[in-house]
């Protein structure tokens, strides 16, 4: 049997708190701002991974709302699915694995971020959780939300 094709499952949250302000990280190994998240672990489910990574990441614990978007980067078969979550407790704080986190006007989130996560924070607003692939920086197909 030939080599099967691997995948990676990551897992993000989208966090607003009551002013509808968003939680970014300042990513540690790439200096990139995103959304809290990361690789799930194969015993966590996905509610319990975006918890897990959001507090890791920032300091700040989370209830996951549900679920804002499916993602798929094509060069790099990582599967990402998005939650959008509110925060329960705790301050932002700089960890081992972002440089500063922190609350956000929605329009300067957005601006901090490449096309491929800023979307990702713009689906957390909507209804229905849109699918969409992308190749690392761009978006290239999506299914209508």
Not at 7 to 23: K, P, R, T
Not at 30 to 39: I, Q
Not at 85 to 108: I, K, Q, Y
């Amino acid at each position: 049997m030939p080599d099967m094709p691997k995948h990676s499952v990551s897992v993000a949250g989208i966090v607003i708190n009551e002013d509808d302000q968003v939680l970014l990280i300042q990513r540690r190994d790439n200096g990139r701002w995103e959304a809290p998240g990361g690789v799930l672990e194969l015993e966590e489910t996905f509610e319990d991974g975006v918890k897990r990574e959001v507090l890791e990441e920032t300091g700040v614990s989370v209830e996951v709302e549900r679920l804002s978007g499916t993602y798929k980067n094509l060069s790099r078969g990582i599967i990402a699915l998005v939650f959008r979550c509110r925060p329960l407790s705790g301050t932002p704080h700089p960890t081992d694995e972002s440089t500063h986190a922190g609350w956000f006007e929605l329009n300067e989130a957005l601006s901090k971020m490449d096309e491929v996560y800023a979307i990702r924070v713009t689906d957390a607003f909507t209804d229905i959780p849109p699918v969409r692939n992308h190749d690392g920086v761009t978006v290239t197909q999506s299914l209508p939300a």
